[in-house]
Protein backbone atom coordinates (compact mmCIF):
# COMPACT_ATOMS: atom_id res chain seq x y z
CA UNK A 1 0.00 0.00 0.00
CA UNK A 2 1.97 2.94 -1.35
CA UNK A 3 2.69 5.77 1.48
CA UNK A 4 1.85 8.84 -0.60
CA UNK A 5 0.44 8.84 -3.53
CA UNK A 6 -0.22 10.94 -6.80
CA UNK A 7 -2.37 10.65 -9.93
CA UNK A 8 -1.64 11.03 -12.31
CA UNK A 9 1.77 10.15 -12.82
CA UNK A 10 2.25 11.81 -16.51
CA UNK A 11 0.32 14.92 -17.98
CA UNK A 12 0.85 15.85 -21.64
CA UNK A 13 -0.80 19.18 -22.05
CA UNK A 14 -1.20 22.31 -24.56
CA UNK A 15 -0.11 25.86 -23.35
CA UNK A 16 -2.92 27.53 -21.97
CA UNK A 17 -5.04 24.75 -20.68
CA UNK A 18 -6.14 23.87 -17.03
CA UNK A 19 -4.71 20.62 -15.26
CA UNK A 20 -5.16 19.00 -11.70
CA UNK A 21 -2.69 16.71 -9.56
CA UNK A 22 -3.94 14.59 -6.71
CA UNK A 23 -2.25 13.59 -3.65
CA UNK A 24 -2.67 11.47 -1.07
CA UNK A 25 -1.46 9.99 2.11
CA UNK A 26 -2.01 6.75 4.54
CA UNK A 27 0.29 7.90 7.28
CA UNK A 28 -1.08 9.96 9.37
CA UNK A 29 0.32 12.73 9.26
CA UNK A 30 -0.47 16.33 9.53
CA UNK A 31 1.70 18.02 7.20
CA UNK A 32 1.70 17.62 3.19
CA UNK A 33 3.73 19.37 0.74
CA UNK A 34 4.29 20.25 -3.35
CA UNK A 35 7.80 20.55 -4.85
CA UNK A 36 8.94 21.37 -8.40
CA UNK A 37 11.61 19.64 -9.63
CA UNK A 38 12.81 21.17 -13.00
CA UNK A 39 14.82 19.87 -15.82
CA UNK A 40 18.22 20.41 -13.95
CA UNK A 41 17.09 18.66 -11.40
CA UNK A 42 16.23 21.61 -8.37
CA UNK A 43 13.79 20.11 -5.88
CA UNK A 44 11.81 23.65 -4.79
CA UNK A 45 9.13 24.06 -2.42
CA UNK A 46 5.97 25.18 -3.61
CA UNK A 47 3.29 24.67 -0.64
CA UNK A 48 3.03 23.20 2.66
CA UNK A 49 -0.83 22.88 4.70
CA UNK A 50 -0.74 21.48 7.66
CA UNK A 51 -4.00 20.31 8.94
CA UNK A 52 -5.84 21.85 5.90
CA UNK A 53 -4.42 25.23 6.77
CA UNK A 54 -1.47 27.05 4.09
CA UNK A 55 1.51 27.64 5.81
CA UNK A 56 3.88 28.64 3.20
CA UNK A 57 3.20 29.67 -0.03
CA UNK A 58 6.63 30.25 -1.99
CA UNK A 59 6.17 32.98 -4.46
CA UNK A 60 4.15 30.51 -6.84
CA UNK A 61 2.41 32.36 -9.65
CA UNK A 62 -1.67 32.35 -8.57
CA UNK A 63 -2.12 30.22 -11.34
CA UNK A 64 -0.69 27.55 -8.99
CA UNK A 65 -4.22 26.65 -6.96
CA UNK A 66 -3.37 24.16 -3.44
CA UNK A 67 -6.43 22.64 -2.17
CA UNK A 68 -6.31 20.64 1.20
CA UNK A 69 -10.08 18.97 1.76
CA UNK A 70 -8.58 17.21 4.84
CA UNK A 71 -5.18 16.58 6.30
CA UNK A 72 -4.49 13.29 3.87
CA UNK A 73 -4.72 14.53 0.56
CA UNK A 74 -3.72 17.89 -0.69
CA UNK A 75 -4.89 18.78 -4.61
CA UNK A 76 -2.65 21.01 -7.01
CA UNK A 77 -4.86 22.83 -9.99
CA UNK A 78 -2.86 24.99 -12.40
CA UNK A 79 -4.23 27.54 -14.50
CA UNK A 80 -3.16 28.98 -18.12
CA UNK A 81 -0.54 26.37 -18.29
CA UNK A 82 3.17 27.90 -19.45
CA UNK A 83 5.92 26.33 -21.53
CA UNK A 84 7.84 27.04 -18.15
CA UNK A 85 5.50 24.57 -15.89
CA UNK A 86 6.81 21.53 -17.27
CA UNK A 87 8.56 19.88 -14.73
CA UNK A 88 8.14 16.75 -12.31
CA UNK A 89 5.90 18.05 -9.11
CA UNK A 90 6.21 15.88 -6.09
CA UNK A 91 3.88 15.28 -3.12
CA UNK A 92 5.31 14.64 0.01
CA UNK A 93 3.92 14.44 3.95
CA UNK A 94 5.94 14.75 7.25
CA UNK A 95 4.32 13.81 10.69
CA UNK A 96 5.34 17.62 11.71
CA UNK A 97 4.87 20.51 10.79
CA UNK A 98 8.73 22.27 11.40
CA UNK A 99 7.44 24.73 13.72
CA UNK A 100 8.21 23.22 16.96
CA UNK A 101 11.47 22.26 17.65
CA UNK A 102 11.47 18.93 16.32
CA UNK A 103 11.17 20.64 12.36
CA UNK A 104 9.49 18.73 10.25
CA UNK A 105 11.46 15.63 10.44
CA UNK A 106 11.73 13.56 7.32
CA UNK A 107 9.52 14.05 4.31
CA UNK A 108 8.30 11.08 2.27
CA UNK A 109 7.71 11.49 -1.46
CA UNK A 110 5.03 10.47 -3.57
CA UNK A 111 6.51 8.95 -7.36
CA UNK A 112 5.68 11.66 -8.91
CA UNK A 113 4.19 13.57 -11.75
CA UNK A 114 5.89 14.71 -14.65
CA UNK A 115 3.93 17.30 -16.35
CA UNK A 116 4.63 18.71 -20.12
CA UNK A 117 3.43 21.53 -21.63
CA UNK A 118 3.75 21.80 -25.81
CA UNK B 1 18.15 33.26 1.62
CA UNK B 2 18.54 30.45 2.58
CA UNK B 3 20.63 28.37 0.57
CA UNK B 4 22.03 25.01 0.52
CA UNK B 5 24.91 24.11 -1.68
CA UNK B 6 26.58 20.68 -3.12
CA UNK B 7 28.61 20.17 -6.14
CA UNK B 8 26.74 18.81 -8.91
CA UNK B 9 29.57 16.43 -9.92
CA UNK B 10 29.31 14.17 -10.95
CA UNK B 11 31.47 12.26 -9.03
CA UNK B 12 32.92 9.27 -10.39
CA UNK B 13 34.47 6.61 -8.07
CA UNK B 14 35.11 3.22 -8.73
CA UNK B 15 33.67 -0.17 -6.78
CA UNK B 16 34.62 -0.60 -3.59
CA UNK B 17 35.65 2.82 -3.27
CA UNK B 18 35.24 5.59 -0.87
CA UNK B 19 32.62 8.19 -2.15
CA UNK B 20 32.43 11.58 -0.27
CA UNK B 21 30.06 13.86 -0.65
CA UNK B 22 29.83 17.58 0.65
CA UNK B 23 27.36 20.52 1.13
CA UNK B 24 27.39 23.51 2.83
CA UNK B 25 24.44 25.82 4.16
CA UNK B 26 23.70 29.16 4.88
CA UNK B 27 21.36 29.46 7.49
CA UNK B 28 22.98 28.69 11.19
CA UNK B 29 19.24 28.36 12.58
CA UNK B 30 19.50 25.22 10.78
CA UNK B 31 18.95 22.35 13.09
CA UNK B 32 17.98 19.31 11.33
CA UNK B 33 19.93 17.73 8.27
CA UNK B 34 18.97 14.88 6.00
CA UNK B 35 20.15 12.77 2.79
CA UNK B 36 18.63 12.00 0.11
CA UNK B 37 19.19 9.56 -2.38
CA UNK B 38 17.42 9.88 -6.10
CA UNK B 39 17.33 7.27 -8.88
CA UNK B 40 16.88 8.63 -12.69
CA UNK B 41 13.27 8.76 -12.93
CA UNK B 42 12.15 8.84 -9.19
CA UNK B 43 11.02 10.25 -6.32
CA UNK B 44 13.87 11.25 -3.38
CA UNK B 45 14.16 8.18 -0.64
CA UNK B 46 15.97 9.23 2.64
CA UNK B 47 18.93 7.54 3.57
CA UNK B 48 20.61 9.74 6.31
CA UNK B 49 19.44 12.42 8.88
CA UNK B 50 21.63 13.82 11.82
CA UNK B 51 21.11 16.62 14.35
CA UNK B 52 24.27 16.94 16.34
CA UNK B 53 27.82 17.52 15.75
CA UNK B 54 29.79 14.74 14.89
CA UNK B 55 29.08 11.32 13.13
CA UNK B 56 26.43 8.62 12.31
CA UNK B 57 27.03 5.45 10.97
CA UNK B 58 24.52 3.23 9.22
CA UNK B 59 25.48 0.47 7.64
CA UNK B 60 27.90 1.41 4.74
CA UNK B 61 26.78 5.64 5.32
CA UNK B 62 28.49 8.13 7.77
CA UNK B 63 27.06 11.35 7.99
CA UNK B 64 29.40 13.86 9.41
CA UNK B 65 27.73 17.07 10.40
CA UNK B 66 30.28 20.32 11.57
CA UNK B 67 27.97 23.40 12.96
CA UNK B 68 30.43 25.96 13.33
CA UNK B 69 31.89 25.55 9.94
CA UNK B 70 27.71 25.00 8.66
CA UNK B 71 29.08 21.49 6.55
CA UNK B 72 27.56 18.19 6.64
CA UNK B 73 28.88 15.53 4.14
CA UNK B 74 27.99 11.93 3.55
CA UNK B 75 30.35 9.13 3.31
CA UNK B 76 29.61 5.59 1.23
CA UNK B 77 32.18 3.35 1.84
CA UNK B 78 32.56 0.27 -0.61
CA UNK B 79 30.90 2.06 -3.14
CA UNK B 80 28.56 -0.50 -5.34
CA UNK B 81 27.27 0.65 -9.11
CA UNK B 82 23.67 0.53 -7.69
CA UNK B 83 24.74 3.67 -5.65
CA UNK B 84 25.07 5.36 -8.91
CA UNK B 85 22.19 8.14 -7.98
CA UNK B 86 21.45 12.05 -7.36
CA UNK B 87 22.37 12.67 -3.65
CA UNK B 88 20.46 15.57 -2.65
CA UNK B 89 21.19 17.48 1.06
CA UNK B 90 18.20 18.93 2.80
CA UNK B 91 18.28 20.68 5.83
CA UNK B 92 15.61 22.63 8.20
CA UNK B 93 15.12 24.62 11.09
CA UNK B 94 12.95 25.25 13.89
CA UNK B 95 9.85 27.24 12.64
CA UNK B 96 10.28 26.37 9.27
CA UNK B 97 7.95 24.69 7.93
CA UNK B 98 10.02 22.90 5.37
CA UNK B 99 12.99 21.66 3.79
CA UNK B 100 15.47 23.31 1.93
CA UNK B 101 17.32 21.38 -0.58
CA UNK B 102 20.50 21.40 -2.49
CA UNK B 103 20.74 20.47 -6.38
CA UNK B 104 22.47 17.22 -5.51
CA UNK B 105 25.24 15.40 -6.37
CA UNK B 106 25.30 12.99 -9.38
CA UNK B 107 27.37 9.94 -8.41
CA UNK B 108 28.73 7.53 -10.56
CA UNK B 109 30.28 4.41 -9.57
CA UNK B 110 32.12 2.12 -12.34
CA UNK B 111 32.51 -1.50 -11.98
Known amino acids: DTAVSQTPKYLVTQMGNDKSIKCEQN?????MYWYKQDSKKFLKIMFS???????INETVPNRFSPKSPDKAHLNLHINSLELGDSAVYFC?????????????????FGEGSRLTVL | QKEVEQNSGPLSVPEGAIASLNCTYS??????FFWYRQYSGKSPELIMSIYSNGDKEDGRFTAQLNKASQYVSLLIRDSQPSDSATYLCAVSREGYSTLTFGKGTMLLVSP
Open chain 1, 27 to 31: LGHDT
Open chain 1, 92 to 108: ASSQYSGVTSQGTGELF
Open chain 2, 27 to 32: DRGSQS
Open chain 1, 49 to 55: YNNKELI
